[in-house]
Nanobody
Framework: QVQLVESGGGLVQAGGSLRLSCALS????????MGWFRQAPGKEREFVAR?????????NYAESMKGRFTMSRDNAKNTVYLQMNNLIPEDTAVYSC?????????????????????WGQGTQVTVSS
């Protein structure tokens, strides 16, 4: 049974930084591609970033996050991270991580939450102006 637990959310002022973590309990963490999504109140779930399986050599980001967010993975700790810098109020949302048993996908499919097999409960990020 795979479980994902996010942590690291909180309240931060605009311009600040946060680092989210997502720990996966279960075997063979390295074979999963991992993604981050977010959902703001009254809005649809939105793709944030994805990292490929194994060494995580390939990362994809939503356009609005490029240059501000960095996703990484530590297979020894069964954990992925999302470093978020220069946060703006529009980044306020619940951030969830997800695991995908398919390592490589097209850019389009990578952004589709329906392609992911396991989800965490999410962690709240609030950016004040």
């Amino acid at each position: 049974q795979v479980q994902l637990v996010e942590s690291g959310g909180g309240l931060v002022q605009a311009g600040g930084s946060l680092r989210l973590s997502c720990a996966l309990s279960g075997r063979f963490f390295s074979v999963y591609a991992m993604g981050w999504f977010r959902q703001a109140p009254g809005k649809e779930r939105e793709f944030v970033a994805r990292i490929s399986c194994n060494g995580g050599g390939t990362t994809n980001y939503a356009e609005s996050m490029k240059g501000r967010f960095t996703m990484s993975r530590d297979n020894a700790k069964n954990t992925v991270y999302l470093q978020m810098n220069n946060l703006i109020p529009e980044d306020t949302a619940v951030y969830s991580c997800a695991a995908d048993r398919t390592c490589y996908r097209s850019s389009r499919d990578s952004r589709n939450g329906a392609m992911y097999d396991y989800w965490g409960q999410g962690t709240q990020v609030t950016v004040s102006s």
